[in-house]
Nanobody, 121 residues
Framework: QVQLVESGGGSVQSGGSLRLSCAVS????????MGWFRQAPGKEREGVAV??????AYRASVRGRFTISQDSAKKTLFLQMNSLKPDDTAMYYC????????????????RGQGTQVTVSS
């Protein structure tokens, strides 16, 4: 059974940093699209970043501030978030397995429960 468990969320001031982690278990594919998406109250879900075989893609509003990465065993997915802004406030979800590996497609087969990120001005 695939499980994705996020951690690392919290409350920070504008300009601060957070590092989200996603522990992956029960998943054996080495060629697998993984990513992060977020959802703020009253807003639609939006893709943040994806990674596949080391190739990454980001939504424009986070490019240059966020970095998605994996450990070598692909058991943990990370999202380093720097220069955070109040607009980044949302629940962040880790997700796995999407045949269309881009930030616009949220059709992942697996996702975690989410971790809250709150950025105050």
């Amino acid at each position: 059974q695939v499980q994705l468990v996020e951690s690392g969320g919290g409350s920070v001031q504008s300009g601060g940093s957070l590092r989200l982690s996603c522990a992956v278990s029960g998943y054996t594919s080495n060629r697998n699209c993984m990513g992060w998406f977020r959802q703020a109250p009253g807003k639609e879900r939006e893709g943040v970043a994806v990674i596949l075989s080391g190739i990454t893609a980001y939504r424009a509003s986070v490019r240059g501030r966020f970095t998605i990465s994996q450990d070598s065993a692909k058991k943990t997915l990370f999202l380093q978030m720097n220069s955070l802004k109040p607009d980044d406030t949302a629940m962040y979800y880790c997700a796995a397995e999407n045949p269309v590996c881009d930030i616009y497609s949220l059709n992942f087969n697996y996702r975690g429960q989410g971790t809250q990120v709150t950025v105050s001005s």
